[in-house]
Structure formats: structure tokens, C-alpha cells
């Protein structure tokens, strides 16, 4: 939906193509949004020319631009479990839950993982010491309770990109 919605813009406004933020670690990953693009003819630069994400963070980083090492901040729909119907109330409900600790102060990477009624929050490790427990943990937990969710969980793995991709020790794959 995201391409078919972008393409009459970006044409609209004198563009002929579409790109993307794909890098090459992205292509060692199921991300069925990256099938889509392709699909619908959108172009990943940073893939074709084999860009890690290492490496354009220490481009950018030395070019001095301030967003060097922003964390990545994929779609919303990425933190659905496979199966689980994309719909606009699900996705408000992660957004809210993640703005939520950014404003408490959860820093680097972050996902909430929709689970139904369970939010599975996943932070970067070293800073799993500091929410883990007590008054950092109840703020925490309410955060994510204010978006709608009944139960939390903070995921003691800590950050995992693609964390959804795995299905009982064994990657998901599609058709899988």
C-alpha cells in the first residue's frame, strides 16, 4: 500500500522512481515490505552497491551530518507477528506505546511487539539493567498500558532486529 500510495506523488510531483533505505544487511533478513517494494518497482541504492548499515552510519558520521546513528525505525507493521492482521488501530497502538518511552526517556533502538493484549517491549541490552526494575519499571509499563495494552513485557533478549522472523529455532520464511 505504502509504494502504491507514494508512486502517484512522487510521479504527480515530477518523479519517475522510487527509492529506498534498504542496505545490504537488509537482504540477509525475511522482510516481506522489501518484496513488496521490489514488486512494485522501487529501487534500493544502498543494497545494489552493497552498503552494510556499519558502513553508512560511518559515511554519514564523517560527513558530519547529526542523524548518523539515529536508530533505525522501521514500519510500525514490522512489529505484527506474521499471521496477525495489519490494521490501522494495532499499528496506532504500537506508535503510541513507542512514543510513549521515547518520552519517558527509552533511548536507541526500541520495539513494541504487538502479542493481542501483550506488548513484548524490546530495548537495547545494556540499557535493560535500568528499566528492568522497580519505579523505572512501573513507568515503563504504564507507558505501554496507556496505549491499550493489558499486559507487558520487557524482553530479557533485549533489542533483536527481525526478532519476529524466528519461529521455534528456525528462521520464518515465506510461504512458512
Known amino acids: 500500500m505504502l509504494w502504491r500510495t507514494l508512486f ?21 533478513d525475511y522482510r516481506p515490505g522489501g518484496r513488496a517494494a521490489v514488486e512494485q518497482g522501487v529501487a534500493s541504492p544502498l543494497a545494489t552497491v552493497g552498503l552494510t548499515k556499519a ?17 533505525s525505525s522501521p514500519c510500525l507493521a514490522s512489529r505484527l507477528p506474521y499471521g496477525t492482521a495489519v490494521t490501522p488501530e494495532r499499528l496506532r497502538q504500537v506508535e503510541v506505546a513507542e512514543s510513549a518511552l521515547r518520552e519517558l526517556g ?6 513494541v ?25 512501573e513507568a515503563l509499563a504504564n507507558a505501554v ?9 520487557l524482553d530479557a533478549r533485549g533489542f533483536r532486529s ?11 520464511l515465506p510461504g512458512h
Open 8 to 28: 502517484p506523488v512522487a510521479r504527480a510531483r515530477g518523479f519517475e522512481s522510487l527509492v529506498d533505505g534498504t542496505n545490504a544487511d537488509d537482504l540477509n
Open 113 to 137: 511487539r504487538y502479542y493481542g493484549d501483550l506488548a513484548r517491549v524490546e530495548i537495547d541490552r545494556p540499557l535493560l539493567a535500568r528499566w528492568r526494575e522497580g519505579a523505572a519499571y
Open 55 to 71: 558502513e553508512i552510519r560511518e559515511r554519514t558520521r564523517d560527513r558530519g551530518w547529526p542523524w548518523w546513528d539515529r536508530p
Open 106 to 111: 527509552v533511548t536507541g533502538n526500541l520495539r
Open 145 to 153: 498500558l496507556s496505549a491499550g495494552f493489558k499486559r507487558v513485557e
Open 162 to 172: 527481525g526478532s519476529l522472523n524466528v519461529l521455534e529455532g528456525g528462521a520464518a
